[in-house]
């Protein structure tokens, strides 16, 4: 049997009778009449010349760009001038955006307030404060904050301590004091809000 084009196609589709099926499997496997030399009468020169002529139509135009007497030094002054102002940007002296904190050291403690806090002590030794307040005491004393409130507030010598102010006037004012050591076992969602709300 003669294995053509159309069987071979017949075949691909699953479509053949045994017969055929074993007539194209061995004209697949019998490689005898195989001849893999290259045809005699290809022009190997004619093909490069055809090859050459398609890859030249795909290239662009091969004119010179003509470049103005401004290019270069113009490319170069662009240059510089990203470069001195990245290096501006990076190296610049950096200012702080907030004040210094405010420090008050007493004989018995030492205030410091932190950034956007106003603190101020009156003569009576009422410590009236608005914003986070830090205390470090230097002995076991009792604080009162707000002139307003009588509640007075105890503070161990060698512990710190965090105390908050809203700095609103209202009815019933509140102030809150932490030791840091409760502020590291609180829920993790209020320290989060206590820490982006004061800036710990």
Known sequence: MK????????????????????????WLLDDSDMDDSFPAF?????????????????LPS??????????????????????????????????????????????????AAGPESKVQVTKAGIINFCGRL?????????????????????F???ETYFAFHTCQKADHEKILVIKEKSLQSLPPVAKRQLMDEWGI
Not at 42 to 58: H, L, P, T
Not at 79 to 108: F, K, M, N
């Open 3 to 26: 294995v053509t084009k159309e069987l071979l196609e017949k075949y691909h589709r699953g479509h053949c009778t045994p017969e055929e099926n074993t007539a194209v499997e061995n």
């Open 42 to 58: 290809v022009d190997e020169a004619a093909i490069q010349q055809e090859m050459w002529a398609e890859i030249q139509q795909e």
């Open 62 to 111: 091969s004119k010179p760009r003509r470049l103005s007497r401004w290019s270069l030094p113009g490319s170069v002054a662009t240059a510089c001038l990203v470069v001195l102002g990245l290096g501006w940007l990076l190296y610049r002296p950096h200012t702080p955006a907030t004040a210094p904190s405010q420090e008050i050291s007493a004989r018995d403690y030492t205030l």
């Open 134 to 154: 830090e205390i470090q005491p230097k002995k076991d004393v009792q604080l009162s904050f707000i002139e307003q409130s009588p509640e007075r507030f105890s």
């Open 156 to 158: 161990q010598k060698g």
